[in-house]
């Protein structure tokens, strides 16, 4: 009977073993889900302050776009991400701007893909800004969004260069003759209830010396 106890014993001890372990698993599981979520606390404050930043950014360049761009916010637990799509006879150009965790939670991931179709010039397709969450980099942050945005309408007028100056109202300077777009003026000079518009600030003092004018 002495043996049978013994193994009755055995047996029992791996039993409890098995529970024990299942607890220990429980408690960390436990442990890791309430760190999770206090991680996640900390991530929302800062995702908010990402957005905060990003928002007035992306509303000027959809606002400068106009009817030449489709915007569509996408939003999940921890994800915020806008796409802006532009459509013409010569390209189709998907850009994106999102904002997630890291895999740890511990950086704040602010990602922008950029896509053109086709494929005939060069540019950055995919970058990433990664702070922590709980010391974020703002104005890194800024400048990396606005060198970004900035990035891009530079490619996109120059896929669109020709549109641009073959749909653009022309003037002249008086001082040097010279015609050019007008939103490539580099000064203009109200007077006598005319806006002239100069290549630069040298013809525009020349003719404010010519009319009389006094400038600042």
Same mark, same amino acid.
């Given at each position: 009977?002495?043996?049978?106890?013994?193994?009755?014993?055995?047996?029992?001890?791996?039993?409890?073993?098995?529970?024990?372990?299942?607890?220990?698993?429980?408690?960390?599981?436990?442990?890791?889900?309430?760190?999770?979520?206090?991680?996640?606390?900390?991530?929302?404050?800062?995702?908010?302050?990402?957005?905060?930043?990003?928002?007035?950014?992306?509303?000027?360049?959809?606002?400068?776009?106009?009817?030449?761009?489709?915007?569509?916010?996408?939003?999940?637990?921890?994800?915020?991400?806008?796409?802006?799509?532009?459509?013409?006879?010569?390209?189709?150009?998907?850009?994106?701007?999102?904002?997630?965790?890291?895999?740890?939670?511990?950086?704040?991931?602010?990602?922008?893909?950029?896509?053109?179709?086709?494929?005939?010039?060069?540019? $950055?397709?995919?970058?990433?800004?990664?702070?922590? @969450? =709980?010391? #974020?980099?703002? +104005?890194?942050?800024? !400048?990396?969004?606005?060198?970004?945005?900035?990035?891009?309408?530079?490619?996109?007028?120059?896929?669109?260069?020709?549109?641009?100056?073959?749909?653009?109202?022309?003037?002249?300077?008086?001082?040097?003759?010279?015609?050019?777009?007008?939103?490539?003026?580099?000064?203009?000079? $109200?007077?006598?209830?005319?806006?002239?518009?100069? @290549? =630069?600030? #040298?013809?525009? +003092?020349?003719?404010? !010396?010519?009319?009389?004018?006094?400038?600042?």
């Amino acid at each position: 009977m002495s043996d049978v106890n013994e193994l009755v014993n055995r047996i029992e001890g791996a039993f409890t073993s098995v529970r024990e372990k299942l607890k220990q698993q429980q408690q960390e599981q436990v442990h890791a889900h309430l760190d999770r979520q206090r991680l996640l606390k900390q991530y929302e404050k800062a995702q908010a302050r990402v957005v905060e930043i990003a928002r007035p950014r992306l509303q000027a360049l959809a606002e400068r776009a106009g009817k030449r761009v489709k915007v569509t916010p996408e939003v999940s637990q921890t994800r915020r991400k806008a796409t802006f799509e532009f459509r013409s006879n010569k390209v189709l150009i998907t850009l994106s701007f999102e904002v997630s965790p890291d895999l740890p939670i511990k950086n704040v991931v602010v990602a922008s893909d950029l896509t053109v179709v086709p494929v005939l010039w060069k540019f $950055d397709s995919y970058a990433e800004f990664v702070t922590p @969450i =709980d010391a #974020t980099d703002e +104005a890194g942050l800024t !400048r990396w969004l606005d060198d970004r945005i900035v990035g891009f309408v530079e490619l996109y007028i120059q896929i669109h260069e020709g549109e641009f100056f073959d749909k653009a109202e022309y003037v002249e300077d008086p001082v040097a003759g010279v015609k050019f777009p007008r939103f490539a003026a580099g000064a203009t000079l $109200d007077h006598g209830g005319t806006t002239y518009f100069f @290549i =630069d600030d #040298t013809t525009r +003092a020349e003719f404010a !010396r010519q009319k009389g004018i006094a400038t600042a």
